[in-house]
C-alpha cells in the first residue's frame, strides 16, 4: 500500500470512504482525515497521538493493520533502487541528522513529512473574498460566512480562522464505541474526544466525523442544529459546552453549507471523482 492510496488528491487528500482501508482491504476504526495544512498542527490524528509530522508518518506505514511495512525489508527495497540512493545522498548530504545519505526510517519520514508541509490550501474564493475581493463569495455565501462567525452557531470557537481548525480535542457526541483520545491520555473524561478537524477543502472530504458516518455537508449541519449528540442520546456532560441546538432556518442551513463550499482551495484543483476510473489511484501529482 501507499501513502496515496488514502490520501488522494481529487478526495481533498482523504479518500472518499466511511473508514479507511488498510492491509488485504481490511477495514480501519476511522475516516481518512485530509493532509492539507496537516503541517500547522501541532498533534496529529485523531486522537491527537503524533506530536509532529514525522512521527506521525511512521504510525500508519509501520501499523500491522494498515501499511505494514516491515523495517528492514523497506529500507532493502529502497537501497536496491539506484536513484532513491542518489536522491536520499543528495536530501541529506551531512551527519547532522544522522549518517550523511543514509536510507533509514528518520530520513523517510522527514522527506515524507517535507512534501506533507507542502500541502497548504490557501487559495479558495473564501480567500479572494477576505482579500477585499467582495464578490469572490454570493449573497448566500457571505450570509453563511456571517452566521458561521455568529454567537448562534458558534462554528467559529473550534473552526478558526484561518486553518479553520484549533489545537483542541472535545467530544461533540457522534455515538461510537471509540476512546478517541482518552485511550491514549488514559483519563476517562477524555473518552470519545476527538481532534477538531480542518474545513478547508471539506466539499471534497466527505463522508464526516472520525467514523465517516455523516455522508454530506448538510447532514453534519443538521447533526449541529440538532444538538449534536444530544439528539442521539448521549449526556451533556459528555459533550463541549458549546454542542447544543442551534435554531436555523432551512434557508440559513442551506446558507451555511454554501460557505463551507466556498472553502475549497481553486488554485490546482482535480479530475472531479466522477472523472476517475473505477480502481484507479486518482493521484495527479507531478513527477519530482
Not at 97 to 112: C, E, F, K, Q, T
Not at 127 to 142: H, I, N
Not at 154 to 163: K, S
Not at 200 to 224: I, K, Q, W
Request: hydrophobic fraction near 45%.
Amino acid at each position: 500500500l501507499s501513502c496515496a492510496q488514502c490520501h488522494r488528491p481529487e478526495r481533498g487528500l482523504a479518500d472518499g470512504l466511511a473508514s479507511a482501508r488498510g492491509l488485504g482491504g481490511a477495514k480501519l476504526a476511522r475516516n481518512t482525515p485530509t493532509l492539507y495544512n496537516a503541517a500547522f498542527k501541532p498533534r496529529l490524528m485523531w486522537d491527537r497521538r503524533a506530536a509532529s509530522l514525522e512521527e506521525q508518518v511512521l504510525l500508519p506505514l509501520l501499523a500491522s493493520d494498515e501499511l505494514a511495512a516491515e523495517p528492514a525489508q523497506l529500507l532493502a527495497r529502497l537501497a536496491a533502487i539506484p536513484e532513491y540512493r542518489e536522491r536520499f545522498a543528495a536530501a541529506f548530504p551531512d551527519d547532522s541528522l544522522g549518517p550523511a545519505g543514509a536510507i533509514s526510517l528518520a530520513n523517510l519520514a522527514r522527506s515524507i513529512a517535507a512534501f506533507e508541509r507542502t500541502l497548504v490550501s490557501r487559495a479558495s474564493r473564501f480567500d479572494r473574498f477576505a482579500r477585499g475581493e467582495r464578490a469572490a463569495l454570493t449573497p448566500a455565501e457571505r450570509n453563511g460566512l456571517t452566521l458561521f462567525r455568529s454567537l448562534a452557531t458558534r462554528c467559529f470557537e473550534c473552526h478558526r480562522l484561518p486553518t479553520f481548525d484549533a489545537p483542541l480535542a472535545l467530544s461533540v457526541g457522534v455515538p461510537s464505541s471509540d476512546p478517541g483520545v482518552g485511550a491514549i491520555s488514559g483519563f476517562d473524561a477524555q473518552r470519545g474526544f476527538f481532534g477538531v478537524p480542518t474545513l478547508r477543502n471539506v466539499a471534497l472530504t466527505a463522508p464526516y466525523m472520525h467514523d465517516g458516518s455523516l455522508a454530506t455537508l448538510e447532514e453534519v449541519v443538521e447533526f449541529y442544529r440538532r444538538g449534536g449528540g444530544l439528539a442521539r442520546g448521549v449526556p451533556a456532560s459528555r459533550l463541549h459546552e458549546f454542542v447544543r441546538p442551534i435554531e436555523l432556518t432551512d434557508a440559513e442551513a442551506a446558507d451555511l453549507v454554501a460557505f463551507l463550499r466556498a472553502l475549497t482551495d481553486e488554485s490546482a484543483r482535480p479530475a472531479r471523482p466522477e472523472q476517475v476510473p473505477s480502481g484507479a489511484p486518482g493521484m495527479a501529482y507531478p513527477e519530482p
